[in-house]
């Protein structure tokens, strides 16, 4: 007999991190036809790899219209097709998948092979940050967080802004 129990906010800081990288992944995909490479999710941060150099400003246009999918709540399906269905689908895959499935559907923003859990809604991600981005392997490493984890990024940034104003003597806002 085992007894367990779920820690549902370190579960859904997870969901919210995974789903927003799902959206990012899609949206690049999208826009550039890029894929996604690998993925990581850190203890502070997501770290995930594009096969393709990005600008600043194609990050930056990515992000806008993650947070507008987030903004949009849109409904996440999960489903398991059949082989025939499968057959007729466009997802994203690192893999060559035949059988048992399951595809997570971000309405028109991603339809993606994955088998990890994620949040009901688009809403629930929070705000989605992509923090930096580095060359890597010919294309980019791109660090992000989403949800609560980007309103603690976003207050200790405010923090050391506030700091160092001060210690220019020149005010944040200008």
Do not use: W
């Not at 409904?75 to 997570?104: A, C, H, Q, W």
């Amino acid at each position: 007999v085992v007894s367990c129990k779920i820690d549902f906010d370190d579960r859904f800081d997870k969901m919210q991190q995974h789903t927003a990288e799902h959206i990012i992944s899609g949206v690049i995909h999208s826009l550039y036809g890029y894929d996604n490479v690998g993925f990581h999710l850190g203890a502070d941060v997501v770290t995930f790899d594009i096969n393709h150099p990005m600008t600043r400003e194609e990050l930056d246009r990515v992000e806008e219209l993650a947070n507008k999918a987030v903004f949009d709540n849109i409904k996440i399906e999960s489903m398991f097709p059949t082989p025939e269905e499968l057959g007729g689908m466009v997802y994203r895959s690192k893999l060559d998948l035949t059988e048992n499935v399951r595809i997570v559907k971000i309405g028109d923003v991603d339809s993606c092979a994955c088998c990890a859990p994620h949040v009901n809604y688009t809403g629930e991600v929070g705000l989605i940050k992509c923090l930096d981005f580095m060359s890597h392997r010919g294309g980019v490493r791109i660090t992000m967080c989403a949800g609560k984890r980007a309103l603690l990024d976003y207050r200790e940034k405010y923090r050391n802004i506030r700091e160092i104003s001060a210690m220019l003597c020149e005010p944040q806002h200008t």
